[in-house]
């Protein structure tokens, strides 16, 4: 499949692979070999593009796979997908069968979070590990700071600003970085959402508060890797995602090592070189 025209192959030089699942058409890259192998998920409005220097740094010595779940990213979602963060799973889950993935270390922020812990409750003896940063994987209901967040981003107002200028993409990115990237690396944020209604975007903002069932399975899968070694790497100037929710993994996760980074929501932008070094350090050290 050829890759769009806005896109910069010099800033994502890694081989395009797609897979079909379940009629929708799964963008994704595998980089590196080895005995290791990171499962790189990512949230809302980004798609695998977040990851590709950890990709750089992790791949000579490691194998990498980063996908974009449908609607993101240069995944296309199949007619009458409904974007809701159960249906992301189902097509994460079918991926990870199909690619036969097994032992794989997840690499997690936003959305990713409860989507790869709700796969481990699904599949226990798939992950031996977890590298995770300002995410959650608990319902969120009664947070009223995000469930305001979401009754606005995720309802009318916000499917109409996702509609007609991209709004909520726009409002995510404008706050998501500690420094903001290059006008090229913004380019390539953005070019999955220049054209279509952007809907994708809203709908998995409303689902902070509504995917409570995928949430409470994330909640399982969380005590499920009780006993696995842990590292959070944690953008301490994130607006989304705080100490309350670092603490509960830290609580969660008694095997763990924190490291907290002058980064904001998008830390794997913000701060490569320090998450490549710090999950390079926690591999010899713990795994």
């Known amino acids: 499949m050829q890759r769009p025209g806005w896109f910069d192959e010099s800033l994502f030089p ?36 977040l990851y590709r220097k950890l990709i750089n740094g992790l791949a000579p010595d490691h194998r990498c796979v980063a996908l974009d779940y449908p609607g993101f990213g240069l995944s296309t979602a199949a007619a009458g997908f409904d974007f ?29 979070g409860p ?18 940063g300002n995410t959650w994987a608990w319902p969120l209901r009664g947070d009223r700071r995000l469930e305001r967040f979401s009754a606005i981003m ?37 070019g999955p959402f220049r054209t279509g209604d952007r809907i994708q975007t809203s709908i998995f903002t409303r689902e902070l508060i509504k995917a409570v069932e ?32 670092r603490h509960h993994f830290e609580e969660a996760l008694p095997n ?10 998008f830390w794997q932008e913000d701060q490569p070189d320090v998450a490549v070094h710090e999950i390079r350090q926690w591999l010899r050290e713990s795994v």
């Open 256 to 265: 763990h090592r924190t490291v907290l980074m002058d980064a904001s929501h």
């Open 14 to 49: 890694f081989e395009s692979k797609f897979m079909e699942v379940d009629g929708s058409t799964v963008h994704y890259v595998d980089e590196g070999k080895g005995d290791v192998t990171f499962l790189m998920l990512h949230g809302n409005p980004t798609w695998s593009f």
């Open 115 to 132: 989507i790869g812990f709700a796969l481990a409750a699904e599949h226990p003896n798939l992950v031996t590990g977890v590298v995770l």
């Open 154 to 190: 995720g309802g009318p107002v916000g499917r109409v600003m996702a509609r007609t200028f991209n709004g909520v993409w726009r409002a995510f990115m404008r706050r998501g970085f500690r420094h903001r990237p290059a006008p090229n690396v913004m380019a390539m944020y953005a």
């Open 214 to 245: 995928l949430q409470q399975q994330a909640e399982h899968g969380l005590e499920s890797l009780r006993d696995r070694p842990a590292l959070l790497l944690w953008g301490t100037k994130d607006l989304a995602f705080k100490d309350t929710e």
């Open 84 to 112: 809701k963060a159960a249906s992301h799973y189902q097509v994460v889950a079918e991926f990870v069968e199909r690619l036969g993935l097994e032992h794989v270390i997840l690499v997690v922020q936003d959305w990713g």
